[in-house]
């Protein structure tokens, strides 16, 4: 006999409950996730993940030709404070390339040179976008959020050169921190072997054990099968 006292759902109620649940998931995201201040400039640049936090430096130094063919400026987006220069630095990968600002701000050489540098001091607030114009089609742009022009979720923290300093170059691999088997008088591996050791005779002396407890006759040749203490 089925429960007739059971709620029933219908198609329309799914329906609103679909769309509530859609909203919900809309409003729990990120505001980050949902303001993108470049308005798909990065759409085709493989390295974008944010926006860098530079805010607090004097100066700031964006690789030119960065990647694996060359082709990329790292980090592609940057957010610094007014008054402060950001310094381009050719890798001499991938071919010439040049900065190039979209509204002709400022604009460097075509240069392939390892070493060559450009440098431009951003005194206004804003959002500078630039590209090398020999390789825009192959997503190599860049940006330059100045101030208070972009939104503060949307920032990501920065490698900056105090942190490599502090934590390495990050060529070489950290050495294991010692344990406190490195100092112990017996070697860790006799410890190990003994350790496997005891854990298989251990069913045995358990054995030998009781045996003596509950009948130590057979133990010191007294057979009367007493047991021990009475």
């Not at 430096?57 to 063919?69: K, L, Q, S, Y």
């Not at 951003?122 to 742009?141: D, S």
Request: glycine share 14%.
């Amino acid at each position: 006999m089925s429960d007739t006292t059971a709620p029933r759902i219908d198609r329309r109620d799914c329906l609103r409950l679909g769309v509530g649940l859609t909203a919900a998931a809309a409003l729990s995201r990120p505001v980050a996730a949902q303001e993108e201040p470049y308005d798909g400039w990065f759409d085709d640049v493989d390295n974008y993940e944010g926006t860098s936090d530079f805010r607090g430096e004097e100066t700031v130094t964006v690789t030119v030709g960065a990647g694996d063919d060359g082709l990329l400026y790292d980090p592609p987006a940057i957010a610094i404070d007014e008054g402060t220069t950001v310094v381009w630095e050719w890798t001499g990968e991938g071919g010439g390339h040049n900065v190039v600002e979209s509204d002709g701000e400022f604009e460097s050489e075509i240069v392939d040179d390892d070493g060559h540098t450009f440098e431009h001091t951003f005194e206004g607030a804003g959002i500078f976008t630039y590209v090398c114009t020999p390789h825009e089609a192959l997503g190599m742009k860049g940006a330059v959020a100045v101030g208070d022009a972009i939104d503060e979720g949307a920032l990501i923290d920065a490698d900056t050169d105090e942190d490599t300093a502090e934590n390495g170059d990050g060529d070489e691999e950290a050495e294991p921190a010692a344990g406190f088997l490195d100092d112990f008088p017996i070697p860790p591996a006799y410890l190990i072997g003994g350790a496997g050791i005891v854990a298989l005779l251990s069913p045995a002396l358990f054995a030998v054990l009781l045996k003596f407890v509950y009948n130590p006759g057979d133990v010191d040749g007294d057979s009367d099968g007493k047991v021990y203490g009475q």
